[in-house]
């Protein structure tokens, strides 16, 4: 408990985002669809480790991590590899539960 008061995060659950969707989407120059669930899941990320930062410091952030992504997906397409979306990367090294019991 110590450590969470520490942290700043004992109330981290009633944080609301410092960015919203719309924003996001626009900040990045992102089409609409579900790549902004990445960026959301991110800035929350963020926010945990950053509990007194800004919406400028969060949306550089997101910004940064953005870029990254775009550098991998074109040194992956020059490479010859499949132009593939990282979040559809994460979701298809998933398993289903169903090939788990099988």
Not at 68 to 87: A, C
Request: aromatic share 2%.
């Amino acid at each position: 408990v110590r450590v969470i008061q520490q942290h700043d995060l004992d109330m981290c659950w009633k944080a609301r985002p410092l960015l919203d969707g719309k924003a996001i989407l626009q900040i990045l120059n992102l089409p609409r669809g579900p790549t902004i669930g990445t960026y959301l899941q991110e800035q929350v990320k963020w926010m945990l480790l950053n509990p007194n930062g800004s919406k400028v410091e969060c949306e550089t952030h997101l910004r940064a991590v953005r870029k990254r992504e775009l550098e991998i997906q074109s040194v992956s397409s020059s490479s010859g590899g499949d132009d593939v979306n990282m979040s559809e990367a994460k979701s298809s090294s998933h398993c289903s539960k169903k090939a788990h019991i099988e």
